[in-house]
Structure formats: C-alpha cells, structure tokens
C-alpha cells in the first residue's frame, strides 16, 4: 500500500506565513507592539538548549520578540519561582514557557501552578488543562494542537474513528488523548489510552484506524502491530548516536507501505510543535490588544 509521508515541515511553512500575516494585519497595522515570548532555561540539558535556541530563532524569523532567562545548573527552586513572577508581572511579556525537564530538586508541580494560565503558552497550567477538558477556549499543549492541526489540514477525517494512543504523559498523551474525542468536528473519535502497564498493547493497536505513539522507545511501534491502512502519527524524538541523529518511536521500515498516512521524524509533529508554540503566543498578544 502507498503511505503518503505528511510533511510537518512545509506545513509549518505556511502557518508561520499565516501568523506573519496576522501579526501584519491585527498588530503592526495597529500600531501595537508585536507578540513576545519570555522562556526560561534552567541548567545544560543539552537537547533543553538545542529547543530553546530553535524557539528563539523561530521567534525572530516570524517577527516575534523573545527574552530569555537562563539559570544555571543547581539554582533553587525559589530563584527560578522569582523568574517565573517577573514573567507573569512584566507587562511586555505576552507569553511564556519554563522549559522542561528541570532539575530534580525543583518542584514540577509548583513550577506550573506558580505561571499566570493567561501567559500559559505551553497549556500546562490545571486552569488551561481543565479548560481544554470541558471545551473552553484556552491555551492548548503545543504537541497536542500540532498532531490535531496535521490531521485537519491533511484532511483525515477523525469522527467515528477509533484512536489508540500510546503514552500517558501530561505534555502529549493526556491531552490529544482529550482532544481526539472532543464533540466536535475535529474531535468526535473514539479513544482508547494505553501506557507501560496496558498488557498486550498490539491487541488495542492492531485494532486503529489511528495510532498516535508517544512513549520515547525507538522504533516502538512495529508494522506487524498495525492494521493496514492506519494512520500513524510518530511523537517522538529519541537521540541515538550521542545525538548526532534522531529516531521517532515509530519503526519507519516496517510501518511504511502498510499505513496509509505516516508522520516522519525528523520533518513530522517536531517542527509543528515548534509552530504551534508561535501561534498561542500570537492570542495571548491578540488577547492583549482586544483586552
Ligand atoms: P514521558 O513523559 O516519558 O511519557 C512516556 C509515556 O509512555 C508514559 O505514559 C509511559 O507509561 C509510556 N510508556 C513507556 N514505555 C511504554 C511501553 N513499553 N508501552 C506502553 N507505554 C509505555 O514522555 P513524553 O514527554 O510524552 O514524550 C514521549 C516521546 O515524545 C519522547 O520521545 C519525546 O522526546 C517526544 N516528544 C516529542 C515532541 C514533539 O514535538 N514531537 C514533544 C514532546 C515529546 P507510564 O505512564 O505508565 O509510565
């Protein structure tokens, strides 16, 4: 069977075109300031960094504005919950992100409940998280808008579908596991969420008509764990090689040809991702500027 690649890179092509556009039209031509995007980095996570640096170039190339804040390795949780509430007072600032994972002595938890849920560009605040739950506007997580946006804009139709989601984590499984089934036209779709302690997992996959894999095993979904015909969307992002190279949770030589639609890694739900941060940094100016 032919599997058609969905290309994440030339889709986020044209929806940083389009936020261009709108930061021309409802802000520059208002006169009004253009869209920042305050992140803070904690410590030398290499791919942390790696992240930041691309988010800061996504940011200049589309006309955004972004201010970093970077501690160093071993700072305490009290600096970076400072950091977070000068973030969250300074008026210039319409957004923003902690960058995760942070250091182990640090409360994840306190870190996410201490951001303003209206500078919440990542959606990770409960108050965004609930909203998305009971189908409230808000800010949604960017990895999760991303897999939605590639689906609607590539025309796969998700009502009535059956999705298998593998990967619980708050950042992606949780919430395109809420999102798939949202009543809605982009939603509708029946969810079935696995995770590490699901027995026999290929029972629920092969059962798909969609699979969105995001659980950080190289090559973890195999084709002989899909029905023909699937649509397989590959989250994740495993450096191999001491991160020379990288490899999504998907198995690209045995999935291809059986699935009809498949996102690569590199070039799939990775640069859309990146987009999508942009775009919910562009309604929190907009919010700003209709306030
Ligand atoms: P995470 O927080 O480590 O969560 C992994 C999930 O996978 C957990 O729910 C875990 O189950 C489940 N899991 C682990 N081993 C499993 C197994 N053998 N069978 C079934 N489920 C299993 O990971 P994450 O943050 O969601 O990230 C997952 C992957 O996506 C990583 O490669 C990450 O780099 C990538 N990612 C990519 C993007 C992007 O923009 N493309 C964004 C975020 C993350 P338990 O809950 O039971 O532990």
Same mark, same amino acid.
């Given at each position: ?9 030339? *889709? ?22 253009? $869209? ?27 006309? +955004?504005?972004?201010? *970093?804040?970077?501690?160093? #390795? ?21 957004? %923003?992100? @902690? ?17 303003? $849920?209206?500078?919440? #560009? ?6 965004? %998280? ?17 897999? *939605?946006? +590639? ?36 939603? =509708? ?19 798909? !008509?969609?699979?969105? @894999? ?10 002989? +764990? ?8 590959? @989250? ?14 998907? !198995?690209?030589?045995? @999935? ?19 987009? +999508?941060?942009?775009? =919910? ?11």
């Amino acid at each position: 069977m032919t599997t058609k690649l969905l290309n994440g890179n030339q *889709l986020a092509k044209e929806i940083r075109k389009e936020i261009s556009i709108k930061i021309e039209k409802n802000i520059l031509n208002k006169k009004k300031r253009i $869209p920042h995007l305050g992140i803070i980095l904690t410590g030398t996570n290499h791919s942390s960094i790696t992240y930041v640096k691309n988010k800061i170039k996504e940011c200049k190339n589309i006309g +955004m504005q972004s201010s *970093l804040v970077h501690l160093p #390795v071993g700072s305490l949780e009290k600096k970076l919950l400072e950091e977070i509430n000068k973030m969250n007072k300074n008026p210039l600032i319409d957004g %923003f992100i @902690v960058q995760f994972p942070l250091e182990k002595h640090i409360n994840q938890d306190k870190i996410i409940l201490s951001i303003n $849920p209206k500078k919440d #560009v990542d959606g990770f605040h409960p108050e965004n %998280f609930g909203k998305m739950a009971l189908d409230i506007k808000a800010f949604f997580p960017a990895t999760a808008l991303a897999i *939605l946006t +590639m689906l609607e804009r590539n025309k796969i139709k998700i009502y009535g579908k059956h999705t298998v989601v593998i990967g619980r984590s708050r950042i992606v499984g949780r919430p395109i596991s809420i999102l798939m089934s949202k009543k809605s036209d982009i939603g =509708n779709s029946t969810v079935t969420l696995t995770h590490s302690n699901t027995p026999n997992i290929e029972y629920y996959t092969k059962l798909a !008509d969609i699979i969105i @894999v995001a659980v950080g095993i190289p090559g973890f979904l195999k084709g002989k +764990m899909i029905k023909k015909g699937s649509i397989i969307i590959d @989250v994740g992002i495993n450096s191999i090689n001491n991160e020379k190279k990288i490899q999504g949770d998907v !198995d690209f030589q045995s @999935v291809y040809g059986k699935a009809s639609y498949l996102t690569p890694v590199p070039g799939g739900i990775g640069p859309m991702t990146r987009v +999508m941060l942009l775009k =919910n940094t562009l309604i929190a100016a907009l919010n700003r500027i209709e306030k």
